[in-house]
C-alpha cells in the first residue's frame, strides 16, 4: 500500500494548549506523524509519495470561502494587532447571540469560526492543514485508480473541522474533502467509517441532510467525553440523510469485545449502503495507553480490526490519519491496522 505523506505537516507545531480549564503542553505535535513515518518505513509497506496540489476548488466544496479566508490570514492578523505566540479563541455566539453576520473584531471571528479553546490556530496552521487535504486528494487519486487503495499520513487532523469552523485540533476536514471530491469524479456512494475514539462531529453536520455519503462512527459517548454535543445514537440524519448517520457510543473504558460489537453493527450498516468508496477516519486514540481517551485496543486489536475492514471488501479503501497521541506508540499501532488489512487481503 503506498502512503501519501504531508512533510509540511510540522508548520502547525503549538507549544501548548487549553485542557479541561487548564494550559498543559500540547498532545497534537509534529511528532506524532513523524514515528508514524518512521514505522511504516520500517515495515516497508511500500512507496511513500509527496502530495500534489489539487487546489482550493475541492476544499471551497466542503468548507465556506469566508472561512478559509479567515484561518488562511488569521495568525499574521493576529501577530498585526499585538499578538505573541499562538491564537486561541475566548468567546462563542452561542444560542441566541448572531452568527449570521462576520464581525470586524478579530476576537469575535475567532469565537465565530470556532468550536473550543483548545486548538491553539499557530503560524502554521494553514500551511499543514492545506497540504494535508492536498494528501487527502493524493490518496484519494490512488485509491480510484489502479491501486485501489491508499494511507493518508499527515497532521493535523481532520474530523472535528465543520464547514465554517475548526476545532479538536482540526482545520480542514480531511475525510469531507475526499468524499466530496469522489462524489464530484462520479462516485455515486461514498461512505466514511470513523473509527477514532472521540466523534467525528464535523463530517457527520458537513453530510448529516445528504444520502450519497453514508457517515458511520464508533466512538466514545459524547455524554462524558469530547466533543459533548454531537455523537449520539439518535442521530440518523435528517431529511434527505435521514437514514444515512449511524453513531455507536460506547462508556468510557468499555471493553474490547463491546468495541468490535459496535464495528460489526456500523460495517453492517454500511455494508446495506454498498459504496463504491469507503474512507476509514483512523484514530489510534483507542490505544490503551493514550492520555487523553479510554478505551482499551492494543497492536493485536488493531491488526483485527485492519483485516475485519479488509473483509469488508469495499472495491476502493482510503486511509486518512485522525487522532492517536500516545505519541511513541503510534507508528506501531497505525502499521498494525495497515499490515492487518493487507493480509486480509489475501
Partial sequence: MRTVYNQRHAAHAATHEFFRGRLVP?????????????AVQAAQLGEILSPFDHGIAPLERVHAPAYLRFVQGAHAEWRSLGGEGDAFPAVWPVRSLRSDVEPASFAARMGLY?????????????????????????????????EGSAY???????????????????FINNAAVAA?????RGMARVAILDVDYHHGNGTQAIFYERSDVFYASVHGDPSTEFPFFLGHADERGAGAGLGFNANYPLSAGASNEAWFAALEGALAQVAGFA???LIVSLGVDTYVEDPISHFKLDR????????????????KTLFLQEGGYATEAIGHNVVAVLRGFEEGQG
Avoid: N
Avoid at 26 to 38: G, I, K, N, S, T
Avoid at 300 to 315: D, N, V
Fill in 26 to 38: 500540547a498532545f497534537e505535535v509534529p511528532a506524532r506523524a513523524d514515528y508514524v513515518l518512521q
Fill in 114 to 146: 470556532s468550536m473550543d479553546s483548545g486548538t491553539p490556530l499557530t503560524a502554521g496552521s494553514w500551511e499543514a492543514s492545506y497540504w494535508g487535504a492536498q494528501a487527502a486528494l493524493t490518496g484519494l487519486d490512488l485509491a480510484l485508480g489502479d
Fill in 152 to 170: 493518508v499520513l499527515t497532521r493535523p487532523p481532520g474530523h472535528h473541522a465543520g464547514a465554517d469552523f475548526f476545532g479538536g485540533y482540526c
Fill in 180 to 184: 466530496q471530491a469522489a462524489r464530484d
Fill in 275 to 277: 459504496p463504491e468508496l
Fill in 300 to 315: 493485536p486489536e488493531f491488526a483485527q480490526l485492519g483485516r475485519r475492514i479488509a473483509a469488508f471488501g469495499a472495491t
